[in-house]
C-alpha cells in the first residue's frame, strides 16, 4: 500500500486536536517541512511519558533518535488542529521503528507519513540496551503488520 | 494587582488543552522562556483568523508586533497541556494591546503572563492603519479593565 | 536615549556573521518575532558557556530567565546574517540584566532591541544563588551605563 | 560508500562558522533531531536565494520538500558552530535531490547526513513546473556522482 493511501484505521494511538502555531507556517504559508519532525517527536515522547512511565530526566534507560523521513503529501496551514496516529512498525531488541500519520482534524486524506527511530541507550553512557519493562510493553501495543519492501517487491 | 496573582476570570477568550511540543523543553528540562512567544503569537492569530476573519495571506491589513514582554512564574513541563487565555488591554486607532495568560490545565496557578503589542498596516505598503471593521468588532469583545500604573502609584 | 538610536558601541560583546534560518521567517516574509527571543537566548548562553565557564548540564548555578521584553524598529529577512550584541545594564545579587541589540551585519540601523532578566538558582533545588566566581567577572566585563527611567523622568 | 564516512570533500557549497542555538538543545543536552531538519532548508534556501536569484516572495517557481530523511551520527551541543555542506545527488525536470552533511567546524567526523527533495511549482497555482534558468544553472554546480543503492546491491 502507498503511503499516501493511509487511513486512521492504520496507527494504533492518537494525540487529537493538536494545535498547529502561527510560527510553524513559513513564507509560503504553510507548515513548514521541518516543523512535521517536531510533531513527530511530541507524539513519541508524549507516548513514551504518559503511557511508558519514561521520565527523559531521570530514567536510566533514553530513546535517541538514529534516523527520521518523511513523506508530505497535501499542505497544512495554521490554524489547522491535527490528529496525530503513532503506531510501531518494528520493535527490536535495543531499537524501535515509529510510523506517524498525519490528518487535519475532520479530514480523511493523509497529509504526511513519517518514520522514526529510536535506539534505547543509557541515560549515562549512552550504550545501547535492551528495551524493557514498562516500555517494551506500551510499544508492543503499538505494533502493526506493514507490507514490508520484499513484499511489494515481489508483487510487481 | 500584580501580574502573578491572575486567574482565568481575567482574560475573555481560551484555548484549551493546548499541547506542548518535546522541542519546548530546553536543557533544563522545562519550556524554554523564548517558546512563551510562540504561544502568545498562536492564541492571538488563532483569534484573528478564526473569529475576525483575518486571511494572513490575502487580507489588506495585517497586525505586526512592535512590542512583547513577559513574566514567568512558574516552570512548565512537557508534556503538559495548557489552557491560553486571552484579553485586550488597550485598543487604540491602530495599535493593540494584548495580555496573555498560561495556566497549566487543571491548575490554578498562572505560570506566565505575556503583553503583546499589534500595529496594524497595509500588507503591501506596511504604513499604519486605522483598525475597523470586523477586527475592531472582535478585538472590543475582548476588552478588560486592567488597574493602570497610574492607579498603581496612586495606592501606593 | 530612545532605544531605536543603539549603536554598536553601546554594547560590549558581539556574535557576528549569525546566520539567520529559513523557518525564521514567518508567512509575512520576515523574521517572527517570537524568533528574536531565541538569538537572545543564544548570544547571552553563548557568553556564559564559552566565557564564564558554565555548563549548563553540570553547574551547580544556572540562570533562569524571570522576565523578558522586545521593542522591534525593523523587519530582518532571512537569509540576512546579523551581528547580535551584548551588554549588562544591572548586575544584582543573584540577579542580571541584560540588553541586546539586533543589526544587520553591514548595516548600522539597530533592528531590534531586547531587555532580559536572569535569575542565578541551584540547578538542583532552583533557589536563588550569589553570582560569583568566574560568572560575576564574567558578567562585570558587559556592564554599561544606561539613562535610567527615572532619569528620563526628571529631564522631562 | 556509507554516510556516516562522508567527508566535506563529498560536497560542493559550504555554510561555515554556522552558529546553533541555544533552543536547539533539548532536555538531553544535545540538538534536538528535528532542528536539523531547520539547518537543511537554511542552507539549501540560502543557496537559491543568494546563488540563483530565488525571491521566495516573488519569485514565479518555488520549491517544494516532498521527502526528507536523515541519518545521526554523533551528537552536536550548542554552542559548536557547524559547517553545513550541500550537494545535488539527483537533478530532474522538475524535482531535485539534495544531500546535506553537517559538520562541526574543526572536526572531521560527520554529525549527520541529510536527504532533501524539491519540486520546482508554480508559487500561484503549485502545479510542477520545469526547472529552468539560474536555478538550473545553479544547482547543476553541486551535482555530484553517488553510488546508487544498485551498485551498492551489485558489489555485495
Redesign the interface.
Known amino acids: 500500500m502507498e503511503l499516501k493511501a493511509r487511513l486512521r484505521t492504520h496507527y494504533k494511538y492518537f494525540?487529537n486536536?493538536?494545535?498547529t502555531?502561527?510560527?510553524d507556517?513559513?513564507?509560503?504559508?504553510h507548515v513548514?517541512?521541518?516543523?512535521y519532525?517536531?510533531?513527530?517527536?511530541?507524539i513519541?515522547?508524549?507516548y513514551l511519558?504518559?503511557r511508558c512511565s519514561l521520565i527523559?530526566?531521570r530514567s536510566p534507560h533514553?530513546g535517541?533518535?538514529?534516523?527520521?523521513?518523511?513523506?508530505?503529501f497535501r499542505p497544512i496551514e495554521?490554524?489547522a488542529t491535527l490528529d496525530l496516529a503513532l503506531a510501531v512498525t518494528k520493535l527490536g531488541k535495543s531499537s524501535v521503528t515509529y510510523e506517524i500519520g498525519v490528518f487535519e482534524t475532520g479530514k480523511e486524506d493523509v497529509c504526511a507519513v513519517g518514520s522514526f527511530v529510536h535506539v534505547f541507550v543509557e541515560?549515562a553512557g549512552r550504550r545501547p540496551v535492551a528495551i524493557e519493562g514498562e516500555i517494551r510493553t506500551g510499544l508492543q501495543q503499538l505494533v502493526v503488520e506493514r507490507e514490508s519492501d520484499e513484499d511489494k517487491a515481489s508483487k510487481l
Do not use: M
Open positions: 494525540l486536536n493538536f494545535q502555531r502561527w510560527s507556517n513559513d513564507q509560503y504559508g513548514n517541512n521541518a516543523i519532525y517536531h510533531y513527530y517527536d511530541t513519541i515522547n508524549q511519558t504518559t527523559p530526566t533514553i535517541l533518535c538514529v534516523h527520521s523521513s518523511s513523506d508530505y495554521f490554524p541515560s
